[in-house]
């Protein structure tokens, strides 16, 4: 399984865009909080991050209160927390590992080492061996996490300057065993666990103020320089445009002027040839007359030509006209005389006929 998204916990800007910069190259997305309280209530209402980036020094609730309320929470507690300090030890990393904390991310970030524990992370996941994180005495970690380690045994108690011989009888047994007399080292090493803690949260506040502002600053700074650079480049290319043009015009100009001179030129040469061959000479005309008087004699000859090829088509085709009318002619007349002569020899038919066909009834009246 990849390590897709993460919450980065931290009251630093600086530490958190400088963390930021560094996942976003591995394309993880990053959510961000300012401050413990603020993570809490992202992981209240948003969707479960895969990993937690938490500080360790932070104003309110601190890095080790946050991951306990984490962990302590079953909705989110499945959620490994990469604790991110400037304090790494081999005790220390125990300790935190002993309420909740996966790994240790030593600040500033590097790459490596963001790599190394991203990597161990994703292969922890995928095969589902993420330690478990048990809370050991949570109040005594939360308490203990900024101070200097006393030497007072575990199970003694404090005891205001007691006096020599006093003892405190409970249950037949005497409690001054485990009385640690309140001396003035003591008092003094439990002054100085103060204050240091107390520098040190201070001065933690003072760097993020001061690493904030800086991180405003070089921000606002980068800004207008970019402005600047913007504008002055923008100056720049249209002064550069300006030049151009400038140029290109003259050269426009230069060129027209050399085009309308080598025009010039060439015309001049030209209007010199044609001056010189303008005019026909007396050979000219006497070529051109000849020309014409053959062209005459050409053109003569050919219509002489052309009427009396005209002429004999026109006799061939009145001949064919005259013969063609003259056999459709007697083609008709020989057609008239053969239907009058089978009119004749109708009507003789019909006369003969008729004598016979009397001469047979006379004879029958005869011989009857």
Request: proline content about 4%; charged content about 25%; aromatic content about 4%.
């Amino acid at each position: 399984m990849a390590i897709k998204n993460a919450l980065l916990v931290d009251d630093s800007k600086v530490a958190r865009f400088a963390l930021s910069k560094l996942l976003e190259s591995r394309d993880m997305e990053v959510n961000m909080a300012g401050s413990a309280e603020e993570a809490l209530d992202y992981l209240s209402k948003s969707e479960r991050p895969d990993v937690i980036f938490m500080d360790h020094l932070m104003p309110g609730m601190n890095g080790v209160e946050a991951t306990k309320a984490i962990k302590g929470d079953p909705t989110t507690a499945g959620i490994p927390i990469i604790m991110c300090t400037s304090k790494k030890s081999s005790s220390f990393t125990e300790e935190a590992k002993n309420f909740g904390v996966y790994n240790i991310l030593t600040k500033p970030p590097h790459n490596e080492g963001l790599n190394q524990v991203l990597d161990d992370l994703a292969r922890d996941v995928t095969e589902g061996t993420l330690p478990d994180s048990p809370l050991t005495d949570p109040v005594q970690a939360a308490n203990q996490e900024d101070e200097e380690p006393f030497n007072i045994p575990t199970n003694a108690a404090v005891d205001m300057a007691p006096k020599s011989g006093e003892t405190d009888m409970l249950n037949g047994h005497t409690a001054s065993s485990n009385l640690v007399p309140l001396t003035s080292d003591l008092i003094e090493q439990i002054s100085r666990s103060a204050v240091k803690t107390h520098i040190n949260n201070r001065l933690h506040e003072l760097l993020s103020s001061l690493f904030d502002e800086q991180f405003d600053h070089l921000k606002r700074a980068l800004d207008e320089t970019r402005n600047k650079q913007e504008a002055v480049l923008d100056e720049r290319l249209d002064a550069m445009s300006k030049m151009l043009e400038d140029r290109t015009k003259n050269l426009r100009d230069e060129i027209a002027a050399e085009v309308n001179l080598h025009v010039g030129l060439e015309l001049k040469e030209l209007k010199s040839e044609l001056k010189k061959n303008s005019g026909f000479t007396s050979d000219h005309m006497a070529e051109l007359k000849d020309h014409i008087t053959s062209v005459q004699t050409i053109d003569t000859e050919f219509w002489q030509t052309l009427q009396s090829e005209a002429i004999q088509q026109a006799h061939e085709i009145s001949r064919e006209t005259a013969e063609d009318i003259a056999q459709r002619t007697i083609d008709l007349f020989i057609a008239q005389q053969r239907a009058a002569t089978s009119r004749i020899y109708t009507i003789g038919l019909a006369v003969s006929l008729g004598i016979f066909s009397a001469g047979v009834i006379w004879l029958s009246g005869l011989f009857g």
